[in-house]
């Protein structure tokens, strides 16, 4: 006699904290045992069946398919008489475990024990029996009392079909295609939670795949998956995996060393049959790419969970480890985790619970939960914490003196008469003063602005740092114009309004360019850390100012529009000696070498040496000190220079020159330098 039972098994709710786990599903029934039987357990179609005979307990489920032509034998008690028996049935592990009189099977759990078909050392008919009293019961739902028969079967629902190995290749390769793709424009944050929810699927095919052993690796390209089957005892030990070796990249491979509380299992609860623990090595970054841009080492992040269980605030922390090359000694390793924001954005690195310690060859991450985590590579100045300080205190001792000094000679220079070329120079110097003003009271409150508990007025402050500083890369630029004008244009031709025109250029284009960048996105501009993950009494500092906090936008348009202004005011430079060279008046050596050192500073040549922040060692030491000092005193020197060079004028009444600019007279070969 078959009964059909049409019930469903219903979703695992997981473990709770304290590691207990409960079954998916329970049968229970009497079976007179009168004589010596076994129990049986071999693969059968979609469904769990429980059949019953004098000689064996059959018991069936659908089995990996190299181990369809296989079943398990276990020997049932020689005593005779009612056994009182119970199937549990548990989704998250796929496992089956029979507790038969005061025994208990783990139905298939050590594959080598399995018997070929054809192998039996003889074939009995077997006489269906009934099992009485029978019971059964679903996670959620109530026990429902069946009537007594000799076998029954339990249709599976989708979600409990079996998973196989070939399924879970099938969604790494997809997962892999979909990573390989480029992102559309402006679609990364969805292009990002669009790979992750995918991750996540295959996060739950692989708490479910039918293994062939303990532990299975699956995966051949960007994204690897690794199950780790834990059998829980009463002692639990600690769990250590490594990585195969990797050759060709930053990283060479990891070990992950779990501690033994993940395992504890209470004694009472010995239907937890198995842990299972997942381990994702995924080769890209492209999920887990924040806003800022940040790089983790080698593309690496490694993904640790416990299948169904949260696992946060451990007393033994997780040791995660990565092999890698040498490290450049400008960036600092630090330990992270992979933070989901909530609010729809991509997400963000977040070192909390984390601890990092760095070796020659390898980074240790100890964490106190698990989840996704990377190393990521904090750029860090190849100085001692020493010099930066002394940086800063130069740093912001220049710019006071500079602001104060731009202001005194914005004031000698509008005093003073000069000629109508001559008045064009002055003005265009006390403009690129004013801009130098601007830049270095609103650097020196910058830092300010960002501490105070308003991101309104940071933004503000952000903005107006990015403008003094275009502000002052332009009228640069406008110099450089101002020198081809004099000295290389052969007719010094009179420009109707040239100072408005140059006005307009030089504050209206750094405008128009801060109001493109604020207006694209407000946030482009606000607080901006730069982190300084040098330790310092045991901790690590940040320093915090009102700037771009966009990376992209930094390098494009400041690094790119001082590389232009650079470029073209080196030409103009390089023009001016050429015609010092050529007049060569014996005498005024002096006056030609002050004459080249302020135009230098004029032109903003000694800015190039950022271009040296790229190098290491002392060279580039030596390079920041010598940069610091100079861009911050650069209005201070430009005073100097203007007074020197009316000293030098006084001197030399009968000179011709201006000492303010150099200057071609119109129709004449002689040229005058001032």
Same mark, same amino acid.
């Given at each position: 006699?078959?009964?059909?039972?049409?019930?469903?098994?219903?979703?695992?709710?997981?473990?709770?904290?304290?590691?207990?786990?409960?079954?998916?599903?329970?049968?229970?029934?009497?079976?007179?045992?009168?004589?010596?039987?076994?129990?049986?357990?071999?693969?059968?179609?979609?469904?769990?069946?429980?059949?019953?005979?004098?000689?064996?307990?059959?018991?069936?489920?659908?089995?990996?398919?190299?181990?369809?032509?296989?079943?398990?034998?276990?020997?049932?008690?020689?005593?005779?008489?009612?056994?009182?028996?119970?199937?549990?049935?548990?989704?998250?592990?796929?496992?089956? *475990?029979?507790?038969? =009189?005061?025994?208990?099977?783990?139905?298939?759990?050590? $594959? /080598? &024990?399995?018997?070929?078909?054809? +192998? #039996?050392?003889?074939?009995?008919?077997?006489?269906?029996?009934?099992?009485?009293?029978?019971?059964?019961?679903?996670?959620?739902?109530?026990?429902?009392?069946?009537?007594?028969?000799?076998?029954?079967?339990?249709?599976?629902?989708?979600?409990?079909?079996?998973?196989?190995?070939?399924?879970?290749?099938?969604?790494?390769?997809?997962?892999?295609?979909?990573?390989?793709?480029?992102?559309?424009?402006?679609?990364?944050?969805?292009?990002?939670?669009?790979?992750?929810?995918?991750?996540?699927?295959?996060?739950?095919?692989?708490?479910?795949?039918?293994?062939?052993?303990?532990?299975?690796?699956?995966?051949?390209?960007?994204?690897?998956?690794?199950?780790?089957?834990?059998?829980?005892?009463?002692?639990?030990?600690?769990?250590?995996?490594?990585?195969? *070796?990797?050759?060709? =990249?930053?990283?060479?491979?990891?070990?992950?060393?779990? $501690? /033994? &509380?993940?395992?504890?299992?209470? +004694? #009472?609860?010995?239907?937890?049959?198995?842990?299972?623990?997942?381990?994702?090595?995924?080769?890209?970054?492209?999920?887990?790419?924040?806003?800022?841009?940040?790089?983790?080492?080698?593309?690496?992040?490694?993904?640790?969970?416990?299948?169904?269980?949260?696992?946060?605030?451990?007393?033994?922390?997780?040791?995660?480890?990565?092999?890698?090359?040498?490290?450049?000694?400008?960036?600092?390793?630090?330990?992270?985790?992979?933070?989901?924001?909530?609010?729809?954005?991509?997400?963000?690195?977040?070192?909390?619970?984390?601890?990092?310690?760095?070796?020659?060859?390898?980074?240790?991450?100890?964490?106190?939960?698990?989840?996704?985590?990377?190393?990521?590579?904090?750029?860090?100045?190849?100085?001692?914490?020493?010099?930066?300080?002394?940086?800063?205190?130069?740093?912001?001792?220049?710019?006071?003196?500079?602001?104060?000094?731009?202001?005194?000679?914005?004031?000698?220079?509008?005093?003073?008469?000069?000629?109508?070329?001559?008045?064009?120079?002055?003005?265009?110097?006390?403009?690129?003063?004013?801009?130098?003003?601007?830049?270095?009271?609103?650097?020196?409150?910058?830092?300010?602005?960002?501490?105070?508990?308003?991101?309104?007025?940071?933004?503000?402050?952000?903005?107006?740092?990015?403008?003094?500083?275009?502000?002052?890369?332009?009228?640069?630029?406008?110099?450089?114009?101002?020198?081809?004008?004099?000295?290389?244009?052969?007719?010094?031709?009179?420009?109707?309004?040239?100072?408005?025109?140059?006005?307009?250029?030089?504050?209206?284009?750094?405008?128009?360019?801060?109001?493109?960048?604020?207006?694209?996105?407000?946030?482009?501009?606000?607080?901006?850390?730069?982190?300084?993950?040098?330790?310092?009494?045991?901790?690590?500092?940040?320093?915090?100012?009102?700037?771009?906090?966009?990376?992209?936008?930094?390098?494009?348009?400041?690094?790119?529009?001082?590389?232009?202004?650079?470029?073209?005011?080196?030409?103009?430079?390089?023009?001016?000696?050429?015609?010092?060279?050529?007049?060569?008046?014996?005498?005024?050596?002096?006056?030609?070498?002050?004459?080249?050192?302020?135009?230098?500073?004029?032109?903003?040549?000694?800015?190039?040496?950022?271009?040296?922040?790229?190098?290491?060692?002392?060279?580039?030491?030596?390079?920041?000190?010598?940069?610091?000092?100079?861009?911050?005193?650069?209005?201070?020197?430009?005073?100097?220079?203007?007074?020197?060079?009316?000293?030098?004028?006084?001197?030399?009444?009968?000179?011709?020159?201006?000492?303010?600019?150099?200057?071609?007279?119109?129709?004449?070969?002689?040229?005058?330098?001032?």
């Amino acid at each position: 006699m078959k009964v059909l039972l049409l019930l469903l098994l219903s979703p695992l709710q997981g473990m709770g904290a304290s590691g207990r786990q409960e079954e998916d599903f329970r049968f229970c029934g009497d079976r007179n045992q009168t004589q010596n039987s076994s129990v049986i357990y071999e693969h059968g179609p979609a469904t769990i069946s429980i059949e019953n005979t004098a000689q064996a307990l059959i018991i069936k489920r659908p089995f990996l398919p190299n181990r369809r032509n296989s079943y398990y034998k276990y020997g049932l008690p020689s005593a005779l008489g009612r056994y009182r028996f119970c199937v549990y049935w548990f989704k998250a592990n796929r496992t089956l *475990r029979l507790v038969y =009189g005061k025994q208990s099977f783990l139905l298939g759990g050590d $594959p /080598s &024990s399995s018997i070929t078909r054809g +192998k #039996e050392t003889q074939k009995t008919e077997r006489t269906s029996m009934s099992i009485f009293n029978v019971s059964c019961i679903s996670k959620g739902g109530k026990n429902t009392s069946l009537d007594s028969a000799s076998e029954y079967f339990f249709p599976a629902s989708p979600e409990s079909m079996p998973v196989w190995e070939q399924d879970v290749e099938a969604q790494l390769t997809a997962l892999d295609g979909l990573i390989a793709q480029p992102p559309a424009p402006a679609t990364g944050a969805t292009e990002q939670r669009m790979l992750r929810r995918k991750l996540g699927e295959l996060e739950k095919t692989l708490a479910k795949v039918e293994l062939e052993g303990q532990n299975q690796t699956f995966g051949k390209a960007t994204v690897h998956a690794t199950v780790l089957r834990v059998q829980p005892t009463q002692a639990p030990r600690h769990l250590a995996f490594a990585s195969q *070796r990797e050759e060709g =990249g930053e990283v060479h491979g990891f070990a992950v060393d779990l $501690p /033994s &509380s993940l395992f504890v299992t209470a +004694k #009472e609860r010995e239907e937890v049959v198995e842990h299972r623990v997942l381990l994702m090595d995924i080769n890209s970054q492209t999920m887990f790419q924040d806003e800022n841009s940040s790089h983790v080492l080698g593309d690496k992040v490694v993904g640790i969970s416990l299948v169904d269980t949260v696992v946060a605030n451990l007393s033994n922390p997780v040791v995660l480890t990565f092999f890698h090359d040498q490290l450049p000694r400008n960036v600092t390793p630090l330990c992270v985790f992979w933070q989901e924001d909530t609010s729809g954005s991509s997400g963000s690195w977040d070192s909390y619970g984390c601890t990092t310690a760095t070796g020659g060859s390898q980074t240790v991450c100890r964490c106190n939960h698990l989840t996704y985590f990377a190393v990521l590579m904090v750029s860090s100045p190849e100085i001692a914490y020493i010099h930066r300080d002394y940086l800063s205190i130069i740093t912001y001792i220049g710019c006071l003196i500079s602001a104060l000094a731009s202001i005194c000679t914005i004031f000698f220079l509008y005093f003073r008469s000069k000629q109508r070329d001559q008045i064009t120079s002055m003005h265009i110097h006390m403009n690129l003063l004013g801009a130098i003003f601007l830049l270095d009271v609103t650097f020196l409150i910058s830092e300010h602005l960002a501490s105070s508990s308003s991101e309104a007025v940071c933004r503000a402050g952000g903005l107006f740092l990015h403008f003094s500083l275009l502000s002052c890369l332009t009228w640069m630029g406008i110099e450089g114009y101002n020198l081809y004008r004099l000295v290389i244009e052969v007719f010094n031709a009179y420009h109707d309004h040239l100072l408005l025109k140059l006005c307009l250029v030089g504050w209206g284009l750094p405008f128009f360019c801060v109001m493109l960048i604020f207006l694209a996105s407000w946030t482009n501009y606000g607080p901006f850390s730069i982190p300084v993950y040098e330790s310092v009494g045991g901790k690590s500092t940040n320093a915090t100012i009102c700037w771009i906090t966009s990376p992209l936008i930094h390098n494009v348009v400041n690094v790119g529009f001082f590389s232009l202004v650079f470029l073209f005011n080196s030409v103009m430079l390089g023009a001016m000696v050429r015609e010092i060279l050529r007049q060569n008046k014996k005498g005024h050596k002096l006056k030609h070498v002050l004459a080249l050192f302020g135009l230098s500073i004029l032109l903003g040549i000694p800015w190039a040496l950022v271009f040296f922040s790229f190098t290491s060692g002392v060279f580039r030491l030596v390079s920041l000190y010598i940069f610091t000092i100079i861009n911050s005193l650069q209005g201070f020197l430009i005073f100097l220079w203007y007074w020197t060079m009316v000293l030098q004028a006084r001197k030399s009444p009968d000179s011709q020159s201006s000492s303010d600019s150099v200057k071609l007279q119109p129709n004449s070969s002689q040229s005058h330098l001032g």
